[in-house]
């Protein structure tokens, strides 16, 4: 069973925007965004707690912006102001055990499930 489906990616100009979004078939502690360029490392993005609280990386601060929709569990990545940079796979990811805390939010070995992945091209 797929517990993870991300949609939302494709092809969108600099400067431009672009929603992810990631249902989950449960309820998680802690849900995060994650992404992979071609040769690069793994690197979170954000996440978002069961009461809504955010975290970001230095890196989208200003530019992206993690919801969660309690109603349909559904996790959301809104990104503006796209750069060349942000191209890559985008990861949708839960923590089912609970340590207490979310955080680190960008560490992927607490994460326990993860999506197939979406890509996000930033190019003219």
């Known amino acids: 069973q797929v517990q993870l489906v991300e949609s939302g990616g494709g092809s969108v100009q600099p400067g431009g925007s672009r929603r992810l979004s990631c249902a989950p078939s449960?309820?998680?502690?802690?849900m995060g965004w994650f992404r992979q360029a071609p040769g690069k490392e793994r690197e979170g993005v954000a996440a978002?707690?069961?009461?809504?609280?955010?975290s970001y990386a230095e890196f989208v601060k200003g530019r992206f912006t993690i919801s969660r929709d309690s109603a349909q569990n559904t996790i959301y990545l809104q990104m503006d102001s796209l750069k060349p940079e942000d191209t890559a796979m985008y990861y949708c990811?839960?923590?089912?055990?609970?340590?207490?805390?979310?955080?680190?939010?960008?560490?992927?070995?607490?994460?326990?499930?993860w999506g197939q992945g979406t890509q996000v091209t930033v190019s003219s």
């Open positions: 990811a839960a923590r089912t055990v609970w340590l207490g805390s979310c955080l680190p939010f960008d560490s992927a070995s607490l994460y326990t499930d």
């Open positions: 449960y309820t998680s502690y802690c």
């Open positions: 978002v707690d069961s009461a809504g609280v955010t």
